[in-house]
């Protein structure tokens, strides 16, 4: 009787969380500098979508490169995400805030007509909860702020936290179109 309990519970329980999913292309003979950030890469990734999927509902299937002519690290709509070959930027905080690209932060026609008319009926309710009365999303250059997660100075659990609900009320709202 208690397992048929319990069951129900758990099957709604895994139903709430999210489902981004992700793979990291690879050399087949990766060299040193490749393996090292391989494992980086993957440390960050499998932190930010475990991050996301304990805050969020977002569904989007990402596809992970190491690319090491890009500076930081980018990202876009159609699912394609790469880091550079610097490893300050092979973090758990970098992977959240590119992974926000991934789904549709500065990517879609609907991020900027909703960022002109500051029309985020479910997300500024929850920011001005967060950060008081007076608390605005702002946009520009393809990003948000506060909670963009834009800079390691913005790092905290709490910024990361919030980044991701910011960000799953922004889908929720419309920001994929």
Not at 34 to 39: E, F, G, I, M, V
Not at 74 to 93: C, K, P, Q, T, V
Not at 168 to 177: F, S, Y
Request: net charge positive.
């Amino acid at each position: 009787m208690k397992f048929s309990i319990i069951l129900p519970v758990l099957a709604c329980a895994s139903s709430v969380q999210g489902a981004i999913s992700w793979t990291l292309a690879k050399a087949p003979n990766p060299t040193v500098d490749q393996s090292d950030a391989y494992a980086k890469i993957e440390a960050a990734m499998r932190l930010a979508v475990a991050r996301y999927a304990r805050y969020s509902s977002a569904s989007k299937t990402v596809r992970v490169a190491y690319a090491p002519g890009v500076p930081t690290a980018e990202a876009n709509f159609n699912g394609d995400l790469r880091f550079g070959s610097n490893r300050a930027y092979m973090n758990e905080r970098t992977a959240m805030h590119e992974i926000s690209h991934t789904l549709g932060i500065g990517q879609t026609a609907a991020f900027d007509r909703k960022c002109a008319a500051r029309d985020w009926r479910t997300a500024l309710p929850l920011l001005k909860s967060w950060d008081g009365q007076s608390a605005v999303i702002n946009c520009g250059g393809s990003h948000i702020w506060p909670y963009g997660l834009n800079y390691d100075t913005e790092w905290s659990e709490t910024n990361a936290n919030r980044h991701v609900q910011l960000i799953d009320a922004m889908i929720k709202d419309g920001l994929q179109g």
